[in-house]
């Protein structure tokens, strides 16, 4: 095989894998969720990390996982205009990342295994930083009071640093799991395709991407804040029942309530659009720089879309884990 040929491999492989990147974050939620898949959210997320890694082991051009984060980044722009300004972070974390952490193609299993922990971990911590700024420390005493009264302690615990750390570690050992599978994979890809020809998906069901309907994914950042705020709510009802029972004023709830609301108008209605308006500028005229690449994996966006849900379809004669892992098994040998 030339040199020519070589790099036209490269850059389909290249374009295919972008295309499964966008699929997952923009509308594979919805995907899932028609299929009534459990653990929806963790599955697409650890397939964002495994494309990441998969790039930077196929396609050898340095700046290939800053390029691919913009164009899924613009995508989920077209695609999902609903999203909110949080979770481009997420996607330019973990995509300067994987840039940062793939340099060194020598410690390759070092890069995806710190690539799953770190993008997982970052995601748990995103999600307690906005508890913390929309509630405040007071909230978090309020938690200990509350699991106090459900244990029935004589003495307050800080519960809610155990469960903070708690939740960071689960996410940094599901990021640990998703980091090695993301390197076993990328390094047995092509022997995959051989040893299983019988999981090539010959044909491919039509699937129509719309452009500007995608499905809109549940925010679980959303039903985190509405229960802490029910948390709240429900304090506050307790303090007026039983006055004498609460560590907390109701003086100092009310605050809390007061401070979340102000906040979070602030955030949707102030500083969250200003800053989706800055993503959109950059965005947009990025837009005009990778036309061609962007061309390219639009095309391939339908066939995609038929392959991830296909996979699932073909994968239904497993059940539980071994269902999830032949699906990825599936998906990457008809993508690769």
């Known amino acids: 095989m030339n040199a020519i040929d070589n790099n036209k491999i490269q850059t389909q492989i290249y374009h295919r894998l972008i295309a499964l990147w ?16 459990p653990f929806s959210g ?25 390029k691919a984060t913009i164009i899924v980044a613009i995508f989920k722009l077209m695609l999902s205009p609903h999203s909110p300004g949080t979770a481009y972070i997420a996607v330019f974390f973990q995509g300067f990342l994987g840039h940062f952490l793939f340099k060194n193609k020598k410690y390759f299993g070092t890069a995806a295994i710190l690539l799953g922990i770190l993008g997982a971990v970052e995601s748990s911590i995103q999600r307690l930083l906005v508890l913390v700024i929309v509630y ?7 938690l200990n009071v509350y699991i106090n009264k459900l244990t029935g302690e004589q ?37 995959w395709k051989i040893k299983y020809p019988d999981l090539k998906i010959e044909t491919l069901e039509p699937y129509r991407i719309d452009m500007m309907h995608a499905k809109k994914k549940t925010n679980l950042l959303k039903w985190i804040l509405f229960a802490c705020w029910l948390l709240l709510v429900s304090l506050y009802a307790y303090s007026w029942i039983y006055p ?61 879309s ?5 996979s699932w379809k073909i994968s239904g004669n497993q059940n539980g884990l071994q269902r999830y892992k032949r699906f990825v098994k599936i998906l990457i040998i008809n993508t690769i």
Request: proline share 3%; net charge positive.
């Open 244 to 304: 004498n029972e609460v560590s907390i004023p109701k003086e100092e709830i009310v605050g809390i309530l007061i401070r979340s609301t102000i906040l979070i108008i602030s955030w949707y209605l102030i500083v969250g659009p200003l800053f989706f308006r800055v993503i959109k500028r950059y965005l947009e005229r990025r837009k005009i720089q990778e036309g061609e690449t962007i061309t390219a994996v639009t095309t391939l966006l339908p066939d995609m």
């Open 136 to 142: 405040g420390n007071t909230f978090w005493k309020a």
């Open 306 to 310: 038929a392959i991830f849900i296909g």
């Open 22 to 37: 966008i699929i997952c974050e923009a509308f594979a939620g919805g995907l899932m969720h028609g299929f009534k898949v």
């Open 42 to 66: 963790l599955i697409i997320s650890s397939l964002a990390i495994i494309c990441i890694t998969l790039i930077a082991y196929f396609v050898p051009e340095k700046s290939a996982i800053i």
């Open 155 to 191: 003495h307050i615990s800080n519960y809610s640093l155990y469960l903070a750390i708690a939740y960071v570690i689960i996410h940094a050992i599901v990021g640990f799991i998703i980091g090695v599978y993301g390197f076993k994979i990328a390094r047995n890809a092509h022997e």
